[in-house]
Structure formats: structure tokens, C-alpha cells
């Protein structure tokens, strides 16, 4: 074999090996505790994309929360991340726990609004946001954003220092409460949480939401027009005895700034065209919806591959 036919079977083989390689990729999603709804459903997503993209492997690892899911994306350590859009603000413009360093941040998709619940049962005797003053509150771990929102709730309501505070988990405020070591807890997640189902579920135990809908007009003239008020259903939780007015928040799909495009358009458009998948594994995932892309629900750019999918279904967004 003369060396020109060497050369080009050589760099025949080397192009298919090449090509091989790149369809092969390794993917990890910052999901959250075990206890809320990025969790099972950071799981969902990864099983889908592994499962339905040629090549494609990915993973849910369980985080804190959102704060995790932004640092570790915006660090590179994660490539997807669930996140609260008023945490993924701060995140993107360096305010508030991310002073001073901006993280490279961008929005693949608006997923779903999250609700606030603020917690407590009908034995400690806590029947309104005022009743709240004097009293052992968790507001949230330290890796998750519902601390963040919590704290903007309770300056609303003039609050914030008027209550003894207690960083804790979902599934640590509910053990907290049941053993009377806490009289209520604020955790922001999708409807129905499984850990307050939980709790609802106890036998000897009756769950009181309190509304704080209130605070939503507060919250946006100091912060940004994140929130919005809506209701939980009465029927979302065993023993909730009517329906709670409560603050909402965007949760959003980001990636770091690098992510290739087309590795970012074949999330989303793997997200949005699987979607009946992922609400069977937690129906607030019925919410999600072209429409929400291009009404401003999300406050970071969107990365340039999920505006290259939203194109293609004749939306601009920026």
C-alpha cells in the first residue's frame, strides 16, 4: 500500500473516531434534597436524555437546593441546575450571598411556578404571618433558596428579626416540627411537597398553611417584579381546612454561559417534546409552556442554543 492510501485511510479512521467521540457525553444535573420536587424531577430529566439522546449520559446528583445548583453550575461542576429565579438573579448580577462574583449563568427554560408554604399544625397555636413573632421558625438550608425568599417574606410582614431562626431542610424542618422543636417552618416548592405531605399524613397531626399573599407587592418594589400571588388548593394536602394565598416564584432550567449551543437546543427540546414523561413524575410540570418563555418570567438571558429551539417554534427570546 502506497503512503498517500495510508494517509487517507488513516485519516478516514481518524474522522470516525472522532466522530464517535463527540457523540459521547457525559452530563450532571444539580437536582436538590431529597425531600422536595427538583429532586425526583433532576432524576426525570437525567433518565430521559440519557435514554432517548444517542450518546448522551446523564446524571441527578442531590444538592442543597438552589444556591448549590447555581454555584456548581456557574462554577462548572454541574452542567444543568434547577433553580428559583430570584436566587439564579442574584446569582447572575452578583448581589446578596453572591456579592462581588457574577456567575456565568443562562436560562435554558422557564419551568414552573414555585409556591411558598409556610408551615405550621393546629397544636402550636399559630393562626396568621403576625402570630409568627417570638416564635422557632426554619426559613431553609443553607444550599437552598427558600431561605432567600423566607427572608424577603418576613421583612414584608416586619418580621425579620422578630422571629428565632433555624436553617433547616424540608425533611428536617418537618422532624423539627413533629418533635415541637420548631413552631413553623417556610419552604418553597412545587404542590404537592412530599415531605409536607408527610406531615399532613401523621397521625395525630393537623397541618395549617398561612397566608402571606400579602407580601407580594413589598417583596417587588424592593426586589424586581419576581413574585406573584396566587393559591394552594385546600386539596393539595391531607387536613389543610381552606385554601392558602401565597407567593410564587419562576423556577428556571440554567447552564453556564460555555455550554455548547447544541448541547443546550437538544435539552430543551428534549424537555419540552418529553414532557407528558416528566409529569408523571410530578404533575406542577404540567405548567410548563411555551408561553412562559417570553413574558419575562425569567430575569437571566437565555443561553443561545434554547433561543435557537424557541425560534424554530416562532418565539424571540432574549
Not at 64 to 79: M, P, Q, R, T, Y
Not at 250 to 258: D, E, K, M
Not at 300 to 306: E, V
Request: net charge positive; hydrophobic share 45%; charged share 20%.
Amino acid at each position: 500500500m502506497n503512503l498517500s492510501r495510508r494517509i487517507c485511510i488513516g485519516l478516514l479512521l481518524s474522522g470516525l473516531a472522532a466522530s464517535a467521540s463527540a457523540q459521547k457525553l457525559t452530563l450532571s444535573i444539580g437536582s436538590g434534597n431529597t425531600g422536595g420536587v427538583f429532586y425526583p424531577l433532576g432524576g426525570a430529566l437525567a433518565q430521559i436524555l440519557s435514554r432517548t439522546v444517542p450518546g448522551w449520559q446523564v446524571t441527578a446528583e442531590v444538592t442543597g437546593g438552589s444556591i448549590d445548583n447555581l454555584k456548581l453550575v456557574g462554577s462548572g461542576k454541574a452542567d444543568l441546575g434547577f433553580a428559583m429565579a430570584d436566587a439564579a438573579w442574584d446569582a447572575y448580577a452578583g448581589n446578596e450571598r453572591f456579592s462581588g462574583r457574577k456567575l456565568p449563568l443562562r436560562t435554558l427554560a422557564v419551568l414552573y411556578p414555585n409556591r411558598m408554604h409556610v408551615v405550621t399544625t393546629e397544636a402550636m397555636g399559630i393562626a396568621t404571618m403576625k402570630d409568627l413573632d417570638g416564635k422557632r421558625v426554619s426559613v431553609g438550608s443553607p444550599g437552598g433558596a427558600t431561605e432567600i425568599m423566607a427572608l424577603r417574606v418576613l421583612d414584608a410582614f416586619g418580621l425579620t428579626d422578630r422571629v428565632r431562626r433555624e436553617r433547616l431542610s424540608v425533611n428536617e424542618s418537618v422532624n423539627a416540627i413533629k418533635d415541637r422543636k420548631i413552631d413553623a417552618f417556610f419552604w418553597v416548592g412545587g404542590v404537592p411537597t412530599a415531605a409536607i405531605t408527610d406531615l399532613a399524613a401523621t397521625p395525630g397531626v393537623t397541618i395549617r398553611l398561612l397566608d402571606h399573599g400579602d407580601a407580594v407587592d413589598t417583596m417587588n418594589k424592593r426586589y424586581g417584579t419576581l413574585y406573584s400571588r396566587s393559591v394552594i388548593p385546600k386539596s393539595a394536602y391531607t387536613g389543610s381546612a381552606q385554601e392558602t394565598s401565597n407567593a410564587n416564584v419562576w423556577n428556571v432550567l440554567v447552564a453556564n454561559a460555555s455550554m455548547p449551543d447544541d448541547v443546550a437546543y437538544t435539552v430543551v427540546k428534549t424537555l419540552f417534546e418529553r414532557k407528558a414523561d416528566m409529569v408523571a413524575v410530578h404533575k406542577e410540570f404540567a405548567t410548563l409552556s411555551l408561553d412562559w418563555q417570553t413574558r419575562g418570567a425569567s430575569p437571566l438571558p437565555f443561553h443561545p442554543g434554547a433561543a435557537r429551539y424557541f425560534a424554530e417554534k416562532g418565539l424571540s427570546v432574549h
